[in-house]
Antibody
Framework: QITLKESGPTLVKPTQTLTLTCAFSGFSFNTSGVGVGWIRQPPGKALEWLALIYWDDDKRFSPFLRNRLTITKDTSKNQVVLTMTNVDPVDTATYYC???????????????WGQGTLVTVSS | QSVLTQSPSVSGAPGQRVTISCTGSSSNIGAGFDVHWYQQFPGEAPKLLIHGTNNRPSGVPDRFSGSKSGTSASLAITGLQAEDEADYYCQSHDSSLSGYVFGTGTKVTVL
């Protein structure tokens, strides 16, 4: 079955760089169409899509955070890494990674999610 | 930066039917992109509830159904049950933003 799990620091200081890892199983980037995305949720607030990487290394970013995000994949390790630079307290959130099922040339939905990891940005 | 707007909350008695609206624009729902729905319980990750406007993954009860018209979509819960009390989010793709968008979320309360 498909599982995903996020890992990374629970506390980050303002202006630092946040690095999160998503380790997954049950699917592979060797399969055409596979994608893994990152979504975050500030406490008590809505979900916000951040970034996505596809099997062919194509990448998509939220235009609101594009200049602060990097996403990479390690096909051999079944991992995806998200980095966010210059973090601020408003970046405090639970960060989820999820498996994308693509629909058409664009679009798709997230059918399996990790449990999420809470990241607090505070000095 | 939610571009899909949902009613903040809806409530109903057990057995009743409730609907959750998701309003978008011509660059997302109105452009023909599919709408998907997620259910989230407190402290848990979101769970896919409906994909492709009205397709239920295995295990999702048929009391959940979706529809779409123009720039809006709806999720209906018929025969509301206490276990349906949760937050619900719609999701689509936006051509102007070249990315995925989520709704503002709706809290369903069972009276």
């Amino acid at each position: 079955q498909i599982t995903l799990k996020e890992s990374g620091p629970t506390l980050v200081k303002p202006t630092q760089t946040l690095t999160l890892t998503c380790a997954f199983s049950g699917f592979s980037f060797n399969t055409s169409g596979v994608g893994v995305g990152w979504i975050r949720q500030p406490p008590g607030k809505a979900l916000e899509w951040l970034a996505l990487i596809y099997w062919d290394d194509d990448k998509r970013f939220s235009p609101f955070l594009r200049n602060r995000l990097t996403i990479t994949k390690d096909t051999s390790k079944n991992q995806v890494v998200l980095t966010m630079t210059n973090v601020d307290p408003v970046d405090t959130a639970t960060y989820y990674c999820a498996n994308l099922v693509p629909r058409g040339a664009f679009g798709g939905f997230f059918d399996y999610w990790g449990q999420g990891t809470l990241v607090t940005v505070s000095s | 930066q939610s571009v899909l707007t949902q009613s903040p909350s809806v409530s109903g008695a057990p057995g009743q039917r409730v609907t959750i609206s998701c309003t978008g624009s011509s660059s997302n729902i109105g452009a023909g992109f599919d709408v998907h729905w997620y259910q989230q319980f407190p402290g848990e990750a979101p769970k896919l509830l409906i994909h492709g406007t009205n397709n239920r993954p295995s295990g999702v009860p048929d009391r959940f159904s979706g529809s779409k018209s123009g720039t809006s979509a709806s999720l209906a819960i018929t025969g509301l049950q206490a276990e349906d009390e949760a937050d619900y989010y719609c999701q689509s793709h936006d051509s102007s933003l070249s990315g995925y968008v989520f709704g503002t979320g709706t809290k369903v309360t069972v009276l």
